[in-house]
C-alpha cells in the first residue's frame, strides 16, 4: 500500500511559478513510476508529466513541455513538479500518481493522491 500526499499548490498570477511535491508513504517508492495530471472543472483528468522508475526518464503533454520540469529524491520518497511561465488555462486539481506499470497509461496508476488546487489569475 502506498499513500500519497500533494502539496505547494496555490494561487499564483499568470506568468508565475509554483513548486508542487507529493511525498509517498510506504515501501519501494524508487521502483515506482510517478505522474502527475490534473483535472479543471468540467473536464477529464489529463497527463501532465511523469518520471520512471529507475533510472528516472521524463515525459511530458505537449503542453507542458518546457515550462513544467518532473523530478524524483528517492531518499526522500518525493517526486516534484517545478511549474514556470503559468497560465490561467493550468488552473486545476493537480494529483500525483503511482504506477507499477507503464507511466503512460493512465490505468496503470494504482495509487493515487488527494489532490493540490493550483490556481492563476490573469
Known amino acids: 500500500q502506498v499513500r500519497l500526499q500533494e502539496s505547494g499548490g496555490g494561487l499564483v498570477q499568470a506568468g508565475g511559478s509554483l513548486r508542487l511535491s507529493c511525498v509517498a508513504s510506504g515501501r519501494d517508492f524508487n521502483t515506482y513510476a510517478m505522474g502527475w495530471f490534473r483535472q479543471a472543472p468540467g473536464k477529464e483528468r489529463d497527463f501532465v508529466a511523469a518520471?520512471?522508475?529507475?533510472?528516472?526518464?521524463?515525459y511530458y503533454s505537449d503542453s507542458e513541455r518546457g515550462r513544467f520540469t518532473i523530478s524524483r529524491d528517492n531518499a526522500k520518497n518525493t517526486v516534484y513538479l517545478q511549474m514556470n511561465s503559468l497560465k490561467p488555462d493550468d488552473t486545476a486539481v493537480y494529483y500525483c500518481?503511482?504506477?507499477?506499470?507503464?507511466?503512460?497509461?493512465?490505468?496503470?496508476?494504482?495509487?493515487w493522491g488527494q489532490g493540490t488546487q493550483v490556481t492563476v489569475s490573469s
Open positions: 518520471i520512471t522508475a529507475g533510472i528516472s526518464n521524463t
Open positions: 500518481a503511482a504506477s507499477w506499470g507503464s507511466w503512460y497509461n493512465q490505468a496503470d496508476y494504482m495509487y
